[in-house]
């Protein structure tokens, strides 16, 4: 391993991933468990228990010497004690204190397409605004928040924080007004953290069009003729990535690590 590789992979690494029962999530948490030092300890997030327990199963198999914990939870409802519960008690129960990493590190990738079928100008239900909103961005901060009161500055050598972005977040899209406003809001907030925060590394990653069940949700669901085409068109032609192909991306710009903190990195960036 080189030196610019230790400077994020091969460490003692405390690690929460969101959205980690299946599509991108899941991939994340097995290829950067193969990559985490022994007694690195994974937390994994989602409502699925059964999905979260078989991304468990695959982490043991690439690494058994990463301990993991599984916390079935719905981030639709943001609950800060809750998610400063969670993160204690994953640090108790497998006997160990943030000191006892080198790295702390946090990824925001749990996320909801909302409902595609809705243009803005049809957009008018408050409740479905705070329900969206609720699980892309509050829970988001105030998991964030919680995460950073833990592993606070100076507890361990190293603190990262990755959003899970899209190019949503910076080109409008036909009927998809819930999830390009709430891209966009999100990934504003790390930037923002990463200004206010100079010793953390904030990076916004957008993994680019991923087969998932995602994709799959706006193929159907869409009421924009032209958006469905684009993403049939992506599956007919095989032009859309698999999710072994973004993962192994994202793990190459962090062992790269050329990039400012907070700063937006596409899957297709050179
Ligand atoms: N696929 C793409 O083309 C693409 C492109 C750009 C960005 N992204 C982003 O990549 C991230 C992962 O998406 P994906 O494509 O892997 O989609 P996915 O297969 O649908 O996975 C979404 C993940 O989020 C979790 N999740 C959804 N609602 C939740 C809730 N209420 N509480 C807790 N967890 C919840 C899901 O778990 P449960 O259902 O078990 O709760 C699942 O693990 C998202 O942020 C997405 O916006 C995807």
Redesign the pocket.
């Known amino acids: 391993m080189t030196d610019i590789q230790k400077f994020f992979w091969g460490q003692k690494t405390y690690c929460l991933i969101?959205?980690?029962?299946?599509?991108?999530?899941?991939k994340f948490a097995v290829e950067f468990a193969r990559r985490f030092a022994a007694n690195s300890l994974l937390v994994l997030?989602?409502?699925?228990e059964s999905?979260l327990v078989e991304t468990k199963d695959l982490v043991k198999n690439a690494n058994a010497d990463v301990k993991v914990k599984v916390y079935p939870?719905?981030?639709?409802k943001p609950d800060p004690e809750l998610f400063l519960q969670m993160i204690q008690t994953s640090l108790t129960e497998s006997g160990c204190n943030p000191a006892d990493f080198d790295l702390s590190l946090i990824i925001h990738?749990?996320?909801?397409?909302g409902d595609v079928s809705e243009n803005t100008s049809n957009m008018s239900n408050p409740d479905k605004w705070q329900e969206y909103f609720s699980?892309n961005l509050f829970s988001v901060a105030c998991l964030n928040s919680q995460f950073l009161k833990v592993f606070s500055e100076g507890s361990v050598k190293q603190r990262s924080v990755i959003n899970?972005?899209?190019?949503?977040a910076i080109k409008p899209f036909n009927s998809m007004g819930y999830?390009c406003t709430g891209?966009a809001s999100r990934e504003m907030f790390f930037r923002v953290l990463a200004k206010e925060n100079p010793t953390l590394t904030v990076l916004n990653y957008?993994?680019?069009?991923?087969d998932?069940?995602?994709?799959s949700?706006v193929i159907s669901g869409t009421g924009d003729a032209d958006i469905k085409q684009m993403f049939v068109n992506l599956k007919k032609e095989e032009k859309i990535l698999t999710v072994e192909q973004t993962t192994n991306r994202i793990i190459e710009v962090l062992e790269n690590g050329k990039f400012e903190s907070g700063q937006h990195v596409d899957y297709y960036d050179e």
């Open positions: 969101t959205g980690a029962s299946k599509g991108i999530g899941r997030v989602a409502r699925s999905g939870t719905d981030l639709c990738n749990a996320g909801s397409v699980l899970v972005t899209s190019l949503c999830y891209k957008a993994p680019g069009p991923v998932t069940d995602m994709v949700e």
